[in-house]
């Protein structure tokens, strides 16, 4: 069983819908849990953090947290095209010296 | 200001070359990380220094590969005798907190490819 798993897609969702991605990870101790955007031929870089149970927003986008299932999502609402990326989920390891990422989620918005 | 820079942006080195790949953070960041992305995967962890020590290797996948921060800025990752199975991305990320547990922010990253 992977670390932190995440459905590769792609998933996509029409323009103006909400994009509903998941992850579940299996370190009950994790204490941080974060989503970065990752565009092809591209770094990742970091949209959301979340350390407590319930819901954080910014923006267009919501984390959700709950530890108790061991599971995080992001949506992403009003999805537009440029928001066609892969998403990748990352949890930080309970020794607190590493982030373990997922395989990612490819999202695809269309028009 | 000024993101994570990391050089050369594109590397092709022959079988068995040793290659240097540096990183340099985002200013008064703390922590430093080196990961390896293949293509269609997340990032693999590599290892963690917090300043300049090396507080985390267990990612570094044979003694071919080496890692140093000796004046906790800039981090050189090298790889010794280069195999085909190098071939990657390699992305280094600095974070402004003293461990893995807050946001950490990535360079643009290396391709290395080995011919």
């Known amino acids: 069983q992977k670390e932190v798993e995440q459905n590769s897609g792609p998933l996509s969702v029409p323009e103006g819908a909400i994009a509903s991605l998941n992850c579940t990870y299996s370190?009950?101790?994790?204490?941080?849990f974060f989503w970065y955007r990752q565009y092809s031929g591209k770094s990742p870089e970091l949209i959301m953090s979340i350390y407590s149970n319930g819901d954080k927003e910014d923006g267009r986008f919501t984390a959700q947290l709950n530890k108790a299932s061991q599971y995080v999502s992001l949506l992403i609402r009003d999805s537009q095209p440029s928001d066609s990326a892969t998403y990748l989920c990352?949890?930080?390891?309970?020794?607190?010296?590493?982030?373990?990422f997922g395989s990612g989620t490819r999202l695809s918005i269309r028009p | 200001g000024a993101g994570v820079s990391q050089s050369p942006r594109y590397k092709v080195a022959k079988r068995g070359q040793d290659v240097a790949l540096r990183c340099d953070p985002i200013?008064?960041?703390?922590?430093l990380f080196w990961y390896q992305q293949a293509l269609g995967q997340g990032p693999e962890f590599l290892t963690y220094f917090q300043n300049e020590a090396q507080l985390d290797k267990s990612g570094l996948p044979s003694d071919r590969f080496f890692a140093e921060r000796p004046e906790g800025s800039v981090s050189t990752l090298k790889i010794q005798r280069t195999q085909q199975e190098d071939s990657a991305v390699y992305l280094c990320a600095s974070s402004l907190a003293a461990s893995a547990s807050y946001e950490q922010y990535f360079g643009p990253g290396t391709r290395l490819t080995v011919t």
């Open positions: 990352a949890v930080s390891y309970s020794s607190a010296s590493k982030i373990i």
């Open positions: 370190d009950r101790g994790s204490q941080s």
């Open positions: 200013s008064g960041h703390v922590s």
